[in-house]
């Protein structure tokens, strides 16, 4: 394993701890898009599916299932313990049309057409549009909390870190898939904006807002 693969999975999970500590301490889930915490839980279950037929490495296996749990934690609190606290006034991407396009997607375009290579595929695809629903919800408040970009920053740095382990890859091991490189770049452009202000706001104190 390569130094960038394992910094962007430590990113990973630190952005997955960010928020669940975030809402257990708060004892709030405000803010955060349960919709796109769905989308994420779908991913896992979805990419990880080789966990009932496969074992690659300990680390590999305990990182999955951290994912998995994580996800179906976090779906827990927004729309069961601390559901009173959930913004669904202002959760109201139409997540319809980012999961049947991309189901379409995966499809069509995939390297083997098998059940589990195709949910797979989807897994990629969906990763790259799962946080539209946040977006889309801090656009609609006007403004995130400090903490909550935190989580977005640390997830975006993951995928950006993964790209440049796709870079690595490629030089170095003669490896190169098309579908998770092209999902990467456009899941790291969709955060592009947000780097920006990140670094020009939140770093230096300030609220950071997303343009409605």
Not at 14 to 38: E, F, N, T, V
Not at 158 to 176: D, P, S, V
Request: with cysteine; glycine share 6%.
């Amino acid at each position: 394993m390569n130094l960038f693969r394992l910094t962007g999975d430590l990113s990973h999970l630190a952005a997955i701890i960010i928020l669940l500590l975030k809402i257990w301490k708060s004892r709030s889930c405000a803010g955060i898009s349960g919709k796109s915490q769905i989308l994420f839980a779908l991913v896992f279950t979805t990419r990880y599916l080789d966990l009932l037929t496969s074992f690659i490495s300990l680390y590999n296996t305990s990182m999955k299932v951290i994912y998995i749990a994580c996800a179906y934690a976090t779906v827990y609190l927004i729309y069961a313990k601390f559901k009173a606290t959930y913004d669904g006034n202002h959760d109201t991407f139409r997540v319809e049309f980012l999961v049947v396009p991309v189901g379409g997607l995966a499809f069509l375009v995939n390297h083997d057409f098998s059940p589990l290579e195709i949910l797979w595929t989807f897994s990629i695809y969906l990763e790259s549009v799962s946080i539209l629903p946040q977006l889309f919800m801090i656009s609609k408040t006007g403004e995130a909390e400090t903490i909550t970009t935190h989580y977005l920053f640390f997830l975006g740095l993951y995928r950006a870190l993964y790209l440049f382990n796709w870079i690595w890859r490629f030089y170095f091991e003669g490896f190169f898939d098309m579908i998770a490189i092209v999902a990467g770049v456009v899941q790291t452009i969709l955060y592009c904006d947000f780097f920006y202000l990140y670094v020009t706001k939140v770093l230096k104190g300030k609220k950071l807002s997303l343009p409605a």
